[in-house]
C-alpha cells in the first residue's frame, strides 16, 4: 500500500466570520458584540466572483468561493487534489425560502434554484466547477463536528498517498429563523453568540512552499468515557508538550465543563479559547482551527484567546480539543513548521 | 496486489421499496418484483407520482425498533436502525465490540419529513421543539448509532444521491489506513415533501414507472430506505472467524466539474470515478461482469452515463441494469442500497433486471432485460452519482473467488 509519511503543511487558512473578514486584524482588534444572533461581516466579493455569478449564489456560496479562491491564491495551488467541505446546515437560506413557500403557499410554483442551493455539498461542487477540478470531492455534515470530519477525511486521503494537496473548508450561514431553532434545539445556549462563520485552509504534503504550521494528526470520537478521552489525548501528544490547548470554551457552563478535564490531563498548560470573539455555529471549529495556525505562524497566542488573558510565546504547537454538545470530540495537533523535534 | 488492499464485506442489512430485510429484497430481485407503487405514506398533494416507498408507517418502524411512541425520531432515522440491525446481525457483530468501531452514514434530507411537517410549531409555538434537533444530517445518523450502541466514532457524508457510496469509501479508507477494524457504512433517507416538490420543480420526475435507459424515459421515481455493510480488516474477520459476504476490491470519486444538478455531455466525472475504482481495484474493464447502474431514468444521466461506460468498456460494455426501476431513486441511501444489491447478485449468481425497458435509446447502452439465473458473476462494478456532479463507483467482488 502506498503511504505517506511527509509532513502535513497547512499552506493557508482564511475566514469570513462576525470579525474582520479574510483578516486577521482581530488577533490584536477585536470586535466585540452583545447581540445573541450576528451575521458575519462579508468582504466586497468583486475580487472572487462576477456580478452576475454572485446574484445566483447565496449568501453562503459567496463565502465558499472567496475563502476558497483566497486560500489557493494565497497557498500558490490552483488545482487542489481533493476538496472536502463541512456544513451543519448547509444553505439555510435557500432551504428556509423553499422549505416556507412550500409550508404556507402549498406545494406549486416552488423555485428549482432554492432546492438547488439547499443541497449540502453544493458549496464542495460549486468550488469543483470553478476551479475545474475533477478530483476528490466530499462533504460532511455533522453538527459542530462537520470541519473536523472533513480534516479527517483530507487527513487520511493524504497518509493513503492518494492526494498530494487538499482544500478543506467548513462553512455556515444563519437566518433569524434558524437563529432561532439553534437556540431552540439547544445547539446555542445561553452566553453564546449564535453567528456565522466560513474558513477554507490549504493542505499540501512534502511541499516547500512557506507554510503557517504542520497537521500531525486527527481524531474523530463518539461519547468516550474519561479515559478513552485521556488515552486519545496521550496517543495525539505522543510524549510531546503543546503551549496550549485551543478549547471551544464558550461563556457557557454546561459548555465549559467539558474541557475541565484538561487540567488534569495538562497541568500548566495556557488554555486558550475562541468562542467568545467568533461566535457558535456549526462551522466554528473550523475558526478554532484557522487560529491556532495563525499562532504558530506568527510565534505568538495572542491575549485575546487565553482563558487567562495572557499572551504568551508560541513555539511548541497546539492542541485543539473540539467537545461537540457533550458526545462527539475531535483532537487535532499542529506544530510549528520549524522547531520540530 | 488488489486482495491485499481490498476491504472485507462481512456483513449487510437493508430496508426498501422492494422489501424489509435482505432475503425479501432478493426474493423480489429474482422475481422481478417492482416496488414502485402510487403515494400511500407521504403527505403530499402531489399524488400523480408513483415512488417506491418502504411499505411501513413510522408508527409500524417504531415497533419493530422497540422505540416509545412520542420520542422525536424521524422516518430517516428509523429506516437506518432497522438496516443497521440487520448489518450488525448478520456480521455476528455483538453490542459490547462497537466501542471499536466506526460509523458512517449518508443522508441529506436528514430530518426534514419530520421539519416540513412541524415547520410552523417551530417557529409560531414551542410544541414540537424537540423534533427542531432531529433537523440536521448528523442528528439522523447519531440517532442510528445510538440505537445500536456506542460506536468508536460517528460522521455523516451529505453529497445527495452519493452519500452512502462515499460513506462506503471513507469506511473503506479508515480500514486501510489502520484507522479501525471495523467499520459499519451506507445511508439512509425517507421521501419528502421537500425533495419530491425539489425534483419537480426541477421537471425530472416521471409521471409513470420509471424507465431507465430507454428511448422513451421521462424521468426518475423517488424511493425511500436505507441499508449498510460491515467493513472489515481481513485480520479481524479471521480473529472473529466471520466469512466475507463479499469484497471492496476498489472505489473511486471523482467530480464532473460541469453543472450543479446536470451531468457533462460526455460523463467526464462517472468516466473518471469508474477508472479510478478499476484501477484501485487492479482490474481491467474486462475483468467486469455487471455493472449497477447510477440510471436515473432521466434523459441527461442516462445519456452522460452510457457515455462514460461506453469510454470505458468500449463495444464490448457488460451488462448493465439500473434497480431504481424496482427500488425507485433512494438518493442519499442508493449507494449502499444498490451495493448491497451487488452483494446478493454476487452470492446468488444473477443479474438484476433493468425494469420497464423497451426501446433502445440513440447512443445509449441496451441494459439486461433476462435474470441470468446460475450465472456466475465474479467482479461488479456500483455506480452512484449526486448532484454538483459528485460521481462515485465501488468494485465489488466474490468473497469466494479470492484465495
Known sequence: ?341 | MAQERSVLITGCGIISAIGLDCSQVLESLLANRTGIAPLKYLRTEHTEFPVGEVKLTDEEMERIMGIEPGTPVTRTALMGMIALKEALADAKLDKNVLRQVGFVSGTTVGGMDKSERYYLDFIENDTRNEYIGTHDCGSCSEMIADSAGRFKSVTTISTACSSAANAIELGADMIRAGEADIVVAGGSECITKFHLNGFNSLMILDHNQCRPFDAERAGLNLGEGAAFVVLESRESALRRCVAPVALLSGYGNACDAFHQTASSPDGEGAYLAMSKALADAGLQPSDIDYINAHGTGTPNNDLSESQAMKRIFGSIVPPVSSTKSLTGHTTSASGAIETVICILALKNGFVPVNYGWEHPMEDGIVPNMDLHPNGALKNVLCNSFGFGGNDSSLVLTLADSVK
Open chain 1, 1 to 341: 500500500m502506498s503511504s505517506s509519511s511527509e509532513s502535513i503543511k497547512i499552506l493557508s487558512a482564511k475566514q469570513i466570520s462576525i470579525q474582520k473578514p479574510l483578516s486577521e486584524e482581530w488577533m490584536d482588534a477585536p470586535e466585540r458584540y452583545t447581540d445573541d444572533f450576528v451575521r458575519a461581516v462579508d468582504p466586497d466579493f468583486k475580487q472572487f466572483i462576477s456580478a452576475g455569478d454572485a446574484r445566483r449564489m447565496g449568501r453562503l456560496l459567496k463565502r465558499a468561493l472567496a475563502t476558497s479562491l483566497s486560500a489557493l491564491q494565497e497557498g500558490g495551488v490552483m488545482n487542489p487534489d481533493a476538496i472536502i467541505t463541512g456544513t451543519g446546515f448547509g444553505s439555510v437560506e435557500n432551504t428556509e425560502l423553499f422549505l416556507d413557500a412550500m409550508v404556507r403557499e402549498g406545494e406549486h410554483m416552488l423555485k428549482p434554484t432554492q432546492f438547488m442551493q439547499s443541497t449540502h455539498n453544493t458549496a464542495s461542487s460549486l468550488i469543483g466547477i470553478h476551479t475545474h477540478c475533477h478530483g476528490y470531492n466530499s462533504t460532511y455534515s455533522q453538527k459542530g463536528l462537520s470541519f473536523d470530519s472533513a480534516l479527517y477525511d483530507a487527513w487520511l486521503q493524504f497518509r493513503l498517498g492518494k492526494i498530494g494537496t487538499a482544500l478543506v473548508g467548513s462553512h455556515d450561514e444563519m437566518s433569524p429563523v434558524f437563529a432561532g431553532f439553534m437556540r431552540k434545539a439547544g445547539h446555542v445556549r445561553e452566553g453564546e453568540i449564535c453567528s456565522e462563520a466560513a474558513v477554507s485552509v490549504l493542505l499540501a504534503s512534502g511541499a516547500d512552499a512557506p507554510a503557517l504550521c504542520t497537521l500531525e494528526g486527527v481524531k474523530l470520537l463518539n461519547r468516550p468515557d474519561e479515559t478513552e478521552l485521556k488515552a486519545a489525548i496521550a496517543d495525539m501528544l505522543g510524549g510531546s508538550m503543546p503551549d496550549a490547548v485551543m478549547t471551544g470554551m464558550s461563556g457557557n457552563a454546561d459548555n465549559d465543563s467539558r474541557y475541565s478535564i484538561l487540567g488534569d490531563i495538562l497541568p500548566g498548560v495556557a488554555l486558550l479559547r475562541y468562542k467568545h470573539l467568533f461566535g457558535v455555529n456549526f462551522s466554528s471549529s473550523a475558526i478554532g482551527f484557522y487560529a491556532a495556525a495563525y499562532c504558530l505562524a506568527k510565534g505568538v497566542i495572542p491575549a485575546v484567546l487565553a482563558v487567562d488573558g495572557k499572551a504568551r510565546e508560541c513555539s511548541k504547537g497546539i492542541l485543539l480539543v473540539n467537545a461537540v454538545e457533550g458526545r462527539h470530540y475531535s483532537i487535532i495537533y499542529l506544530k510549528p513548521v520549524c522547531g520540530k523535534v
